[in-house]
T-cell receptor, first 109, second 116 residues
Framework: GIQVEQSPPDLILQEGANSTLRCNFSDSVNNLQWFHQNPWGQLINLFYIPSGTKQNGRLSATTVATERYSLLYISSSQTTDSGVYFCAVGGDSNYQLIWGAGTKLIIKP | GAVVSQHPSWVICKSGTSVKIECRSLDFQATTMFWYRQFPKQSLMLMATSNEGSKATYEQGVEKDKFLINHASLTLSTLTVTSAHPEDSSFYIC????????????FGPGTRLLVL
């Protein structure tokens, strides 16, 4: 099956810093999503991005499908950006998602 | 739009009791719902996929008699942990996939289960 690898596993930054999170996947996919899980456990959809580039405020994402990776950029980090960022890709059927292990981001004030 | 609720958010129970968790899509019809389990500091583990009106499809290693899933309507799915034991303690998360929002699943806030 498809393997999803995220890096780095942990990231600690000062407020205001920029960061780049990476997601590598082992096979072609027709669905790639980024999620943020806040410290209370709620998963929030960030981007549906099987290819191309999207931006939403301070966050942007780029997926290069031919090279099987996606990047999530966070600019001018705020403490509320803390949490775990997951990359998930579309599996074989039934809209299932295959999840990466996540990147834990801590933003210090 | 695309709001999914889960109830209860917290439950503490004694070993041997059954616990029911409800997952509702509040503003869209969910043709497919997913149930996940998440251990501390780990990623989400898919337990089962349920489609409205049909039996759930369980992932390998998930006991269907232990984790009963019912998807009786397009807005409600329930997960019942039967005869819960301490090893069933975990964070359970549901998600819904609807005909309107075809690109992505939307997640409930999760239910923390502690079995004593």
């Amino acid at each position: 099956g498809i393997q999803v690898e995220q890096s780095p596993p942990d990231l600690i930054l000062q407020e205001g810093a920029n960061s780049t999170l990476r997601c590598n996947f082992s096979d072609s996919v027709n669905n790639l999503q980024w999620f943020h899980q806040n410290p209370w456990g709620q998963l929030i959809n960030l981007f549906y991005i099987p290819s191309g580039t999207k931006q939403n405020g301070r966050l942007s994402a780029t997926t290069v499908a031919t090279e099987r990776y996606s990047l999530l950029y966070i600019s001018s980090s705020q403490t509320t950006d803390s949490g775990v960022y997951f990359c998930a890709v579309g599996g074989d059927s039934n809209y299932q998602l295959i999840w990466g292990a996540g990147t834990k981001l801590i933003i210090k004030p | 739009g695309a709001v999914v609720s889960q109830h209860p958010s917290w439950v503490i129970c004694k070993s041997g009791t059954s616990v029911k968790i409800e997952c509702r899509s509040l503003d869209f019809q969910a043709t497919t719902m997913f149930w996940y389990r998440q251990f501390p500091k780990q990623s989400l583990m898919l337990m089962a996929t349920s489609n409205e009106g049909s039996k759930a499809t369980y992932e390998q290693g998930v006991e269907k008699d232990k984790f009963l899933i019912n998807h009786a309507s397009l807005t409600l799915s329930t997960l019942t942990v039967t005869s819960a034991h301490p090893e069933d303690s975990s964070f359970y998360i549901c998600s819904a996939y609807g005909t309107i929002f075809e690109e992505t699943q939307y997640f409930g806030p999760g239910t923390r289960l502690l079995v004593l």
